[in-house]
């Protein structure tokens, strides 16, 4: 079974500053997805930034980019140039590509606070 | 401003109450979820629309029915609740594209919902 884990509950970084969010999951399958998404206190969930897992160029978004390391099933998202409209709560999402049971598995979280 | 609608914003309701929750989307999206979020937690898929037509079902207890009267509405009904039940309830859309596993999902405000 597939399974995301976020060791970091909780995360502070000062404005300016860069902080990286770890993500590992498990899974036997070759093609699937990963996705950071973001959810700041009392407000919807945006998407952050996506990764397929068959491409080796890690993805970047403006300041948020991925390390994304296949073989050791580890997808880390790092803020560049932290602002304070970064709080937010952050969830790694698993996608697996459809071939049988569609699962999309988030993880535990971590909350990220950026402080002034 | 969310491009997912979801109403009511808060609901409170007793065990014996039949209620419905509503989404809606104007993007074009034919993939659309319902996921169940408890406090501190990440969200729990329930179920997913393709097509208007029900894809997954996460063995979901009966007392949640979905429905989905067309391309752009999304509801859940609600019956005979417990409060364990009590969550925020996100609903969602995507593209589909070749599958929905790829695609960013955008997500709704959520429905706070308290079973009494």
């Known amino acids: 079974a597939q399974t995301v884990t976020q060791s970091q509950p909780e995360m502070s970084v000062q404005e300016a500053e860069t902080v990286t969010l770890s993500c590992t999951y498990d899974?036997?399958?070759?093609?699937?997805?990963l996705f950071w998404y973001k959810q700041p206190p009392s407000r919807q969930m945006i998407l952050v930034i996506r990764q397929e897992a068959y491409k080796q160029q890690n993805a970047t978004e403006n300041r948020f980019s991925v390390n994304f390391q296949k073989a050791a099933k580890s997808f880390s998202l790092k803020i560049s140039d932290s602002q304070l409209g970064d709080t937010a709560m952050y969830f790694c999402a698993f996608m697996k590509q459809p071939s049988g049971t569609y699962k999309y598995i988030f993880g535990t979280g971590t909350r990220l606070k950026v402080l002034a | 401003d969310t491009e997912v609608t979801q109403t009511p914003k808060h609901l409170v309701m007793g065990m014996t109450n039949k209620k419905s929750l509503k989404c809606e989307q104007h993007m074009g999206h034919r993939a659309m979820y319902w996921y169940k979020q408890k406090a501190k937690k990440p969200p729990e898929l329930m179920f997913v629309y393709s097509y208007e037509k029900l894809s997954i079902n996460e063995s979901v207890p009966s007392r949640f029915s979905p429905e989905c009267p067309n391309s752009s509405l999304l509801n859940l009904h609600l019956h005979a609740l417990q409060p364990e039940d009590s969550a925020l309830y996100l609903c969602?859309?995507?593209?589909?594209?070749?599958?929905?596993?790829?695609?960013?999902?955008?997500f709704g405000d959520g429905t706070r919902l308290s079973i009494l």
């Open positions: 899974t036997s399958e070759s093609n699937y997805y």
């Open positions: 969602a859309s995507s593209q589909v594209d070749l599958g929905f596993s790829n695609q960013p999902q955008h």
